[in-house]
């Protein structure tokens, strides 16, 4: 424990003496503190650290002489020892000496021993005084001493910085020179550097006292991540607020006492280095020994070296760039001198050529097949032959004329947008019309190019007579008129066929399905004509009256009524629909309707024929109700087809010929499926059944149009089918329609 206040220990085994000897040592002390016995002087002593233990000895059960030798033992706290026994006293001095710093004879007078504590407190007190001054002025001297020799280190250090080039190659001596001076056991630089987005830190120099583990290399100080690092505190410290870090460890937070202490480490200075007010790292100093504070002037001294390393650093980099542009200038300067030494030999070389050059550029000039205008202001200034050819023109009739005279009324504006003015915006190549000088209609595609002629803009106009390719382009456009109109007759002819086909698979249907209708309608028939016979039969019967009539007759209107809607639905189904006949469609009206013109031929056959629409709501999709019957008509004359061939195929007599009927919603689609047990659909021809005229039936029994036809109005209705099936077990046909949605 640290004396931070002057405390008296009285060991006095006399009660009577505490209050003159309190009063007598007061105004040296900032408390005084009594015990009574050897044991309790020894637990405060540990407890409190007094500046001065004064023990009383009347020789009735103190024994001094052992408090004073413990006492010794724990620290160098001044000890006085009074006696009242002379002679004891006497011998004690003899046998002890050493233990105590005084042994005075114990007066029994009150005022005499006030005077005498007063005397002996205060000579002992100035002798302390003494000491500490003498210690306090020493202290200063060896710190003078040590900062100058710290500032010493930093003037070397300095020289060693600023007149090498190279500051990392002498980096190690620096360390090792400012680590013998401040005594220390580790000194070394950490270095900042980003990877990515995230910042990083390791320590890249670093010199060590000998005994002491270096650090480098180690993973806990190689490339850390600042932001989880666990030294957040400094960061915010030195980057932040430009401060150092210093202290013991142990008064660190207990994250940062975790790592530091592995290396060992009792106390630490860190110093932040900055390179143009921008945190590059820092330089750090351990004492792995002892524990120490840092005082001012070592610091101040330690943050000139870390500045003086920030400079180095900063000069070095400025000369690094500094000789990477010189050598870029270098580099720029040779290879323009080079360009310009090639300028030169071009420029002399094309003088040449250019004299020679004139002569052939003449002759091309008026030898080329495609014709050459040089118009200035809209006049023509300069032509070649080949453009009077081409206009029919005497050059005297077009030179020093507006161009735009001879070209037609139409594309004048066009011509004298481009020619009079002449402006950055200039079409790279248009066609004009011209009348030639034998009257002709002629076409020209002209290629203009702004040029200098005399210090004013000018046009050299490069003319093409493409009268012939207008020509040729007017009749491919006339073919392609005709070949269009060619190809909306076919498609009309196809459409027309395609509804031929869809209405022939109609009547097939219908045909199919006529033993089946037959049935439905003579059912009807025969009600009728027993009812009829019934009525003749009791017409002469008293009993027979007018109520019995209409009730018979009633029953006759009701079975005239099913028959007629029979004749109108097979009608209606069987008439020509066009494709612009849709409307929304109930789904499961769609499918009785459709199930009424077979239920009974199945059920004469011997089907189970089963339907379920588990959706109780209507059900809607946006078409014609007729051709979708004729979908789920054809899929049950399929299914009809393949369970009969099962049956006859089967051995068994057991065997129960199904076809189920099921629609319900999923996702905003209205599934529709169509399944049967019959022979099932082999996996190699799957992929082939929506193909037109391919059919696995004989010549006789299909024409391979049925499925084709239903695949093109599901696809007219903006759905799809699919097949699933197992050979020898079932096939289901899905038809998947997106649901219609009322507005």
Same mark, same amino acid.
């Given at each position: 424990m640290?004396?931070?206040?002057?405390?008296l220990?009285?060991?006095?085994?006399?009660?009577?003496?505490?209050d003159?000897?309190?009063?007598?040592?007061?105004?040296?002390f900032?408390?005084?503190?009594?015990?009574?016995?050897?044991?309790?002087a020894?637990?405060?002593?540990?407890?409190?650290?007094?500046?001065?233990?004064?023990?009383?000895?009347?020789?009735?059960?103190?024994?001094?002489?052992?408090?004073?030798?413990?006492?010794?033992?724990?620290?160098?706290?001044?000890?006085?020892?009074?006696?009242?026994?002379?002679a004891?006293?006497s011998g004690?001095?003899?046998?002890t000496g050493?233990?105590?710093?005084?042994i005075?004879?114990?007066?029994?007078?009150?005022?005499?021993?006030i005077t005498s504590?007063?005397?002996?407190?205060?000579f002992?007190?100035q002798?302390?005084?003494?000491?500490?001054g003498?210690k306090?002025?020493?202290e200063?001297?060896?710190?003078?001493?040590y900062?100058?020799?710290?500032?010493q280190?930093?003037s070397?250090?300095?020289?060693?910085?600023?007149r090498?080039?190279?500051y990392?190659?002498?980096?190690q001596?620096?360390?090792e020179?400012t680590?013998?001076?401040t005594r220390?056991?580790r000194?070394?630089?950490y270095?900042?550097?980003?990877?990515?987005e995230?910042?990083y830190?390791?320590?890249?120099?670093?010199?060590?006292?000998?005994?002491?583990?270096?650090?480098?290399g180690?993973l806990?100080?190689?490339n850390?991540?600042?932001?989880s690092s666990?030294?957040?505190?400094?960061?915010?410290?030195m980057?932040?607020?430009k401060?150092?870090?210093?202290?013991?460890?142990?008064?660190?937070e207990?994250?940062?006492?975790?790592?530091l202490?592995?290396?060992?480490i009792?106390?630490?200075l860190?110093?932040p280095?900055?390179?143009e007010d921008?945190?590059w790292?820092?330089?750090?100093?351990?004492d792995?020994?002892?524990?120490?504070?840092?005082?001012?002037?070592e610091?101040?001294?330690?943050?000139?070296?870390?500045?003086?390393?920030?400079?180095?650093?900063?000069?070095t980099?400025?000369?690094?760039?500094?000789?990477?542009?010189?050598k870029?200038?270098e580099? $720029?300067?040779?290879e /323009?001198?080079?360009? =310009? *030494?090639?300028?030169?030999?071009?420029?002399?070389?094309?003088? #040449?050529? +250019?004299?020679?050059?004139e002569?052939?550029?003449?002759?091309i000039?008026?030898n080329?097949?495609?014709g050459i205008?040089?118009?200035?202001?809209?006049?023509?200034v300069?032509?070649?032959p080949?453009?009077?050819?081409i206009?029919?023109?005497?050059?005297?009739?077009l030179?020093?004329?507006?161009?735009s005279?001879?070209?037609?009324?139409?594309d004048?504006e066009?011509?004298?947008?481009?020619?009079?003015?002449v402006?950055?915006d200039m079409?790279?190549?248009?066609?004009?019309?011209?009348?030639?000088? $034998?009257?002709?209609? /002629?076409?020209?595609? =002209? *290629?203009?190019t702004?040029?200098?002629?005399y210090?004013?803009? #000018?046009? +050299?106009v490069?003319?093409?007579n493409?009268s012939?390719?207008?020509?040729?382009?007017?009749?491919?456009?006339?073919?392609?008129?005709?070949?269009?109109?060619?190809?909306?007759?076919?498609?009309r002819?196809?459409?027309e066929?395609?509804?031929?086909l869809?209405?022939?698979?109609?009547?097939?249907?219908i045909?199919?399905l006529?033993?089946g209708?037959?049935?439905?309608i003579?059912?009807?028939?025969?009600?009728?004509?027993?009812g009829?016979?019934n009525?003749?039969?009791?017409?002469?019967?008293p009993?027979c009256?007018?109520?019995?009539?209409k009730?018979?007759?009633?029953?006759?209107?009701?079975?005239?009524?099913?028959?007629?809607?029979?004749?109108?639905?097979?009608?209606?189904?069987?008439?020509?629909?066009?494709?612009?006949d849709?409307?929304?469609v109930e789904?499961?009206?769609?499918?009785?309707?459709?199930?009424?013109?077979?239920?009974?031929?199945?059920?004469?056959e011997?089907?189970?024929?089963?339907?379920?629409?588990?959706?109780?709501?209507?059900i809607f999709v946006?078409?014609?109700?007729?051709?979708?019957e004729?979908?789920?008509?054809?899929l049950?004359?399929n299914?009809r087809f393949?369970?009969?061939?099962?049956?006859?195929?089967?051995d068994?007599?057991?065997?129960?010929k199904?076809?189920?009927?099921?629609?319900?919603?999923e996702?905003e689609?209205v599934l529709?499926?169509?399944?049967?047990n019959?022979i099932?659909?082999?996996?190699?021809?799957?992929?082939n059944?929506?193909?037109p005229?391919?059919?696995t039936?004989s010549?006789?029994?299909?024409t391979?149009?049925?499925?084709?036809i239903?695949?093109g109005i599901?696809?007219?209705?903006?759905?799809?089918?699919l097949?699933?099936?197992?050979e020898h077990?079932?096939?289901?046909?899905r038809?998947?329609l997106?649901?219609?949605?009322?507005?």
């Open positions: 640290e004396k931070k206040e002057r405390i220990l009285i060991v006095d085994g006399n009660l009577a003496r505490k003159p000897i309190h009063q007598a040592a007061e105004p040296f900032h408390r005084i503190l009594s015990v009574t016995n050897a044991g309790e020894m637990q405060a002593f540990r407890k409190q650290n007094p500046h001065m233990v004064m023990i009383f000895d009347d020789r009735d059960d103190m024994d001094s002489l052992s408090i004073a030798k413990e006492l010794r033992k724990e620290s160098d706290t001044v000890l006085l020892l009074l006696f009242a026994d002379p004891y006293m004690l001095i003899q046998e050493s233990a105590s710093d005084g005075q004879p114990l007066p029994l007078d009150t005022d005499k021993l504590v007063r005397r002996l407190v205060n002992f007190n002798t302390d005084q003494v000491n500490e003498r306090k002025e020493l200063i001297t060896e710190q003078r001493d900062s100058r020799e710290i500032l280190v930093i070397q250090t300095t020289t060693l910085f600023f090498t080039k190279d990392e190659r002498n980096i001596r620096i360390l020179i680590g013998k001076v220390a056991s000194v070394y630089v270095r900042n550097f980003l990877k990515g995230d910042e830190t390791s320590r890249i120099y670093e010199w060590t006292a000998e005994g002491i583990m270096p650090a480098i180690n806990s100080v190689t850390q991540r600042i932001s666990g030294f957040e505190r400094w960061v915010n410290v980057k932040k607020e401060g150092h870090i210093s202290g013991l460890i142990r008064n660190f207990l994250t940062e006492q975790r790592v202490s592995e290396h060992g009792k106390s630490i860190a110093i280095i900055f390179v921008s945190w790292g820092f330089i750090g100093i351990d792995c020994m002892t524990e120490r504070e840092w005082f001012g002037p610091i101040a001294a330690l943050e000139i070296l870390a500045n003086n390393l920030g400079l180095a650093i900063h000069k980099e400025i000369e690094e760039k500094l000789q990477q542009l010189n870029a200038l580099e $720029k300067v040779l /323009r001198t080079k360009a =310009l *030494k090639k300028e030169m030999a071009e420029r002399v070389m094309t003088e #040449a050529l +250019l004299k020679d050059s002569e052939k550029y003449r002759v000039y008026e080329a097949t495609y205008m040089l118009i200035q202001k809209g006049r023509i300069l032509l070649n080949a453009i009077v050819d206009l029919e023109y005497l050059p005297r009739k030179i020093g004329n507006n161009f005279k001879i070209v037609v009324r139409e004048r066009l011509v004298k947008k481009q020619f009079d003015e402006s950055a079409q790279d190549i248009f066609q004009v019309r011209v009348i030639t000088g $034998k009257g002709k209609n /002629r076409w020209l595609e =002209l *290629k203009p702004k040029i200098d002629w210090g004013a803009a #000018a046009c +050299l490069f003319v093409s493409i012939a390719r207008k020509h040729a382009e007017e009749e491919l456009y006339r073919l392609n008129q005709e070949l269009e109109r060619r190809v909306d007759m076919e498609i002819k196809i459409e066929q395609q509804q031929l869809v209405q022939k698979s109609k009547l097939e249907s045909g199919e006529s033993a209708l037959a049935h439905e003579n059912q009807p028939l025969v009600s009728i004509s027993m009829l016979d009525m003749l039969m009791n017409i002469d019967d009993a009256d007018k109520e019995y009539l009730e018979k007759i009633s029953l006759l209107f009701h079975d005239i009524d099913r028959i007629n809607q029979i004749i109108e639905h097979v009608r209606i189904f069987s008439r020509d629909q066009q494709r612009t849709s409307r929304p789904v499961r009206q769609a499918i009785r309707d459709a199930i009424s013109l077979v239920e009974k031929m199945l059920e004469g011997n089907f189970k024929l089963e339907m379920d629409c588990m959706d109780q709501q209507d946006y078409g014609n109700q007729y051709k979708l004729q979908v789920i008509l054809n049950i004359s299914a393949a369970v009969n061939k099962k049956e006859r195929d089967s068994t007599q057991e065997f129960i199904q076809i189920k009927l099921r629609c319900h919603l996702n689609k529709i499926d169509v399944w049967d019959g099932g659909i082999p996996p190699e021809i799957l992929t059944i929506f193909n005229f391919f059919t039936k010549e006789m029994m299909g391979g149009l049925g499925l084709s239903s695949y599901i696809r007219e209705m903006k759905g799809d089918i097949a699933e099936s197992i077990e079932y096939t289901n046909m038809i998947e997106p649901k219609y949605i009322k507005a």
